[in-house]
């Protein structure tokens, strides 16, 4: 079971900021939200991670409300290279001490140009 | 620095046979993850070696196996193929050792049971 919750879809026009909801209700203190995206017919590209803090990097802002429960990614000028589906996962402990990285469908997320 | 490469990129078995996919991690990543990927369960994780050790594993039968040598290349082997198993299985890399899960994804190998 994925622990995040995503729209299935999203539209964005070019130009726009794209924000991207993520909801993770149940996760724990020490666990890490991280954002990854697949471009149609490649592997997964890292974009950015955070804790509690806000974090922002030359891809992206992650921004993580206060009690942790939900994030958004925000893509502040979307282009058509954009087009991706995005991940929102959490690190998931398991009582027998193995992690179970666990990728939900994520959002498919189509710029309009 | 190269990236994460996976061999072979495309593969086409038969039901009952065996395969074998190689990935070379970054240079200097000693953690590498496997993954499967298809249209109808999404990704899903298989498993994680770190020093030539597993560390992690999901929830596939005993088919699937896996390992890593002392350089971090890692090798999948999926045994007694089933036309379930066609798949885009992906290889992930990084830096391993801590809390950070910032993987590094190969371009994957496509893998077609018939």
């Known amino acids: 079971d994925a622990k995040t919750t995503q729209p299935t879809s999203m539209d964005c026009a070019e130009g726009r900021a794209a924000n991207l909801p993520c909801n993770h209700s149940?996760?724990?203190?020490?666990?890490?939200v991280y954002w990854y995206r697949q471009i149609h017919s490649q592997g997964p590209q890292y974009i950015i991670h955070?804790?509690?803090n806000n974090e922002t990097n030359e891809m992206a802002s992650l921004i993580i409300t206060e009690d942790r429960k939900s994030s958004t990614l925000i893509l502040p000028h979307a282009t058509l290279r954009d087009t991706a589906v995005y991940y929102c996962?959490?690190?998931?402990?398991?009582?027998?001490?193995?992690?179970?990285?666990?990728f939900g469908p994520g959002t498919s997320l189509s710029v309009i140009p | 620095k190269a990236g994460v490469t996976q061999t072979p990129r495309y593969l086409i078995k038969t039901r009952g046979q065996q395969v074998t996919l190689s990935c070379s991690p970054i240079s200097g990543h000693r953690s590498v993850s496997w993954y499967q990927q298809t249209p109808g369960q999404g990704l899903q994780f298989l498993f994680e070696y770190f020093s030539e050790t597993q560390r992690n594993k999901g929830n596939f039968p005993g088919r699937f196996s896996g390992r890593q040598f002392s350089n971090s290349r890692s090798e999948m082997n999926v045994s007694t193929l089933e036309l379930g198993d066609s798949a885009l299985y992906l290889c992930?890399?990084?830096?391993?050792?801590?809390?950070?899960?910032?993987?590094?994804f190969g371009p994957g190998t496509r893998l077609t049971v018939t």
């Open positions: 149940t996760i724990s203190g020490n666990e890490y």
């Open positions: 955070g804790l509690k």
């Open positions: 996962i959490v690190r998931v402990e398991m009582k027998t001490s193995y992690d179970k990285v666990i």
């Open positions: 992930a890399s990084s830096l391993g050792g801590g809390d950070y899960y910032e993987q590094y």
